[in-house]
């Protein structure tokens, strides 16, 4: 049986990236977060500018998330657990936001961004499922949400 979102999920999904584009950003610089369980698993990095985040969390095996910053107050929030995910982001800008949670088995996001101020969402469940987003300009926002 297929796992389905309940819609107070989805609206607070969306709540939570667009109130991300809204918070001031940290005055403590960059900062990298990486916690892996599993084994195999990969975490990338990249970040210049100021005040760019990124925070990483993969539980299951064979995860890997590749991520690239340069600008100015952009965030990364990963997450996925179950096996064989891959997360993709590369922003370039202001205040451009990620996502991205994957909690089944190869799942695949990518997402680029550059301007100011985008944002994406990004859920995916269950087995194979495919998420690209690129965005370019201002103000941009997507929400991708996957079963």
Same mark, same amino acid.
């Given at each position: ?5 309940? /819609?107070?999920? $989805? !609206? ?8 991300? $584009?809204?918070?001031?950003? &940290?005055?403590?610089? *960059? ?6 369980? %599993?084994? &195999?698993?990969?975490?990338?990095? !990249?970040?210049? %500018?100021?005040?760019?985040?990124? !925070? /990483? ?7 890997? !998330?590749? *991520?690239?910053? &340069? %600008?100015?107050?952009?965030?990364? $929030? #990963? ?12 922003? @370039? ?17 990518? #997402? ?13 469940? %269950?087995?194979?499922? $495919?998420?690209?987003? @690129? ?5 941009? #926002?997507?929400? /991708? /949400?996957? &079963?």
């Amino acid at each position: 049986m297929p796992f389905a979102f309940p /819609i107070k999920m $989805t !609206s607070s999904a969306l709540a939570f990236v667009l109130a991300l $584009t809204a918070l001031p950003a &940290d005055a403590s610089g *960059n900062r990298v977060s990486v916690e892996q369980w %599993g084994r &195999d698993n990969g975490a990338a990095a !990249s970040q210049s %500018g100021f005040r760019q985040r990124v !925070s /990483i969390n993969q539980r299951g095996r064979g995860n890997l !998330s590749l *991520n690239t910053q &340069d %600008g100015a107050r952009n965030r990364v $929030t #990963v997450g996925q657990t179950g096996c064989n995910n891959v997360a993709d982001t590369g922003q @370039s800008g202001r205040r451009n936001i990620v996502g991205v949670a994957q909690m089944g088995c190869r799942n695949d996001a990518t #997402v680029t961004q550059s301007g100011n101020r985008n944002a994406v969402g990004v859920i995916q469940t %269950g087995r194979g499922n $495919t998420a690209t987003t @690129s965005q370019h300009g201002n103000g941009n #926002v997507v929400l /991708i /949400i996957q &079963d």
